[in-house]
């Protein structure tokens, strides 16, 4: 029996609970009237925000460096719309499958879409880079399909394998090209996709790596992935932040920002740090702006991380 429990395992039960659960949304959801997904989207999120589960308590301490100066109150209400913005990317992600080319290419409204656009015709290659917000696969169906073009991503490995592996055929069938974040061969390949003209987009607000670059993040220390900025670096590929958010209706709203220019001088290391930091301060305004629609349920700062290290060790 291996570490994680065999078939008849504790570990091996809950992993085939969870992939069950991920199954059934994928096949009942997307079956659902809309108006009743959306309200049964709603009720999940209200009753998991009711229970002050560690997920919700997570959110609200992140919610808490954003907006510094909120009350509990204000806090306690930032969070339970979170809670439903999130449920929002759930639901939509269960049904996007379904989608026709032209509810997904209406779905979507970006504003200075002409950063990618003229990068991409240009033939540099392009670098996305988005924070944990609203719905970027929302965002990455309107590429593929509102746009027509393919692009190259990374997933984060899940538990159970089985889990991951349902989540990579529902990406690549929305015309997606997925690696896994584990292993030597991803960044290879994704620099391979910018020297050809190809399209990159990484979440990159969370560092999944031991390689991360620390920056100043709503005045705090934090670490972000280096990729973004290192791919651009080696490659001369453009690096656009993009944010999202929701607002009122059920097109969801985003903005392509400026690109981040590689420094002139400075080692690698020191053009990374720069590239980054700024990558972190657009995400930054972004998510001031639009906190709720900012789906970070876990630990992100450097003191929360340290903190979790004291209490296992203690």
């Known amino acids: ?20 659960l991920y199954g059934l ?48 109150q204000r806090l306690a209400a930032l969070s339970r719309a979170g809670m439903r913005s999130y449920m929002r990317y759930w639901m939509e992600s269960f049904r996007l499958p379904a989608w026709s080319q032209e509810r997904a290419a209406g779905s979507f409204d970006p504003k200075d879409v002409h950063h990618l656009t003229d990068g991409l015709a240009s ?28 692009f190259t991503t990374v997933a984060e490995r899940l538990k159970p394998e089985s889990l991951f592996d349902r989540f990579v055929a529902y990406r690549e069938s929305l015309g997606m090209e997925v690696l896994p974040h584990t292993g030597g061969s991803a960044f290879g390949t994704l620099a391979r996709r910018l020297r050809s003209g190809g399209l990159v987009c990484l979440v990159a607000d969370r560092d999944l790596s031991a390689s991360g670059v620390q920056v100043s993040f709503f005045g705090e220390p934090a670490r972000m992935p280096a990729g973004p900025a290192i791919l651009a670096q080696q490659t001369g590929a453009l690096l656009l932040p993009v944010t999202l958010w929701y607002d009122d209706t059920d097109v969801m709203r985003g903005q392509v920002h400026a690109p981040i220019d590689v420094p002139e001088s400075g080692t690698r290391a020191e053009k990374t740090s720069v590239m980054t930091q700024a990558l972190a301060d657009v995400f930054a305004g972004g998510i001031a702006d639009h906190p709720e629609d900012w789906h970070m349920l876990q ?3 450097t003191a929360d991380l340290e903190q979790r290290q004291e209490d296992r060790t203690a």
């Open 1 to 20: 029996m291996s570490g994680r429990g065999g078939p008849g395992g504790l570990a091996g039960i809950k992993d085939s609970v969870t992939d069950g």
């Open 25 to 72: 949304g994928w096949a009942t959801v997307k079956k659902l009237p809309e108006p009743v997904a959306k309200g049964l989207g709603r009720r999940i999120a209200d009753t998991a925000w009711k229970r002050r589960g560690k997920s919700v308590l997570r959110l609200e301490s992140n919610l808490a460096r954003v907006v510094p100066d909120a009350s509990p």
């Open 123 to 150: 033939g540099r290659g392009v670098v996305l880079a988005l924070p944990h917000m609203a719905n970027w696969d929302l965002a990455g169906v309107w590429v593929t399909r509102g746009l027509g073009v393919p």
């Open 299 to 301: 630990r992100l700062w």
